[in-house]
């Protein structure tokens, strides 16, 4: 992204070719050309105008799911989740730290498989982890299983999550914007997901006091389904490709849709 910047904020095509002569040699033409390329085809910069309306969807989506998973909801409502399951105080928060521990070791295993599994292939295996740990959790509120199902089940999901989601959003939403409005598009991804974050965090309390925790999980459980579907049929892959063959994919994707219309 630097040496994208290079050449199309200062101009200095020279500089852009060292740079690349240093990290890929073989391809320096071809990649400067794309740049060139992507930089007169998309002159627009409204992001919400046609031309964007697919990766904006992409961005949109992925991050709302990232927070409808209910991630941050077990975060910080961890301790209380326990002890609904039946774990003493101590217990509770004893198995909170185990949290902490899960979702860092996790997360070094996602930054490790992101550009060699691929995006959507963690996404995908995230997906599963979610539905089968969220089930499980909402399966245990609803028969009384023992609150260790609860604590393993909780684990998995921070696992899946980590290794998923958590490491896959932020990468995403920074690969799927042509350069003239990349900025932003990760604003809107990056606002999207704190807006559901701030809502889940102002909401859960009272949801909390409302519903059982079976149907709590029931309701992540439903939504992961959702984000199952979303990267099966709508997301995809970006590992090993440029941000301009990104782009220019992304448009055709659209062009694509708007034929289909007609």
């Not at 579907?229 to 997301?235: A, K």
Request: proline letters at 2%; one cysteine or more.
């Amino acid at each position: 992204m630097k040496l994208r910047a290079v050449l199309l904020r200062k101009n200095d095509e020279a500089a852009c070719r060292k740079i690349l002569t240093m990290t890929d040699p073989g391809h320096v033409d071809r990649i400067v050309k794309e740049i060139r390329h992507a930089q007169g085809e998309f002159t627009r910069d409204a992001l919400f105008s046609r031309a964007y309306a697919f990766p904006v969807l992409l961005a949109f989506l992925v991050a709302a799911f990232n927070q409808l998973s209910g991630i941050n909801f077990i975060i910080y409502f961890a301790p209380r989740v326990f002890e609904l399951a039946g774990l003493d105080t101590g217990s509770a928060l004893l198995s909170s730290a185990g949290i902490g521990l899960v979702n860092l070791f996790s997360t070094l295993l996602g930054m490790y498989l992101i550009d060699r599994a691929g995006r959507k292939t963690l996404m995908l295996i995230g997906s599963i982890g979610y539905i089968a740990s969220l089930a499980t959790v909402s399966w245990a509120f609803s028969s009384g299983a023992s609150g260790l199902v609860v604590v393993l089940s909780i684990f998995v999901f921070i696992a899946s999550h980590a290794a998923g989601q958590g490491a896959v959003i932020w990468v995403f939403i920074a690969e799927i914007f042509p350069n003239n409005v990349r900025t932003k598009g990760q604003s809107l991804g990056s606002g999207t997901h704190w807006i559901f974050a701030a809502m889940i965090t102002l909401l859960m309390p009272s949801v909390l006091a409302a519903f059982e925790g079976s149907t709590i999980f029931a309701f992540f459980a439903a939504m992961m389904v959702l984000q199952l579907l979303f990267v099966v049929f709508l997301m995809p892959e970006t590992k090993g490709r440029t941000l301009e063959s990104l782009a220019e994919g992304l448009s055709r994707h659209e062009h694509a849709r708007d034929g289909n219309r007609g």
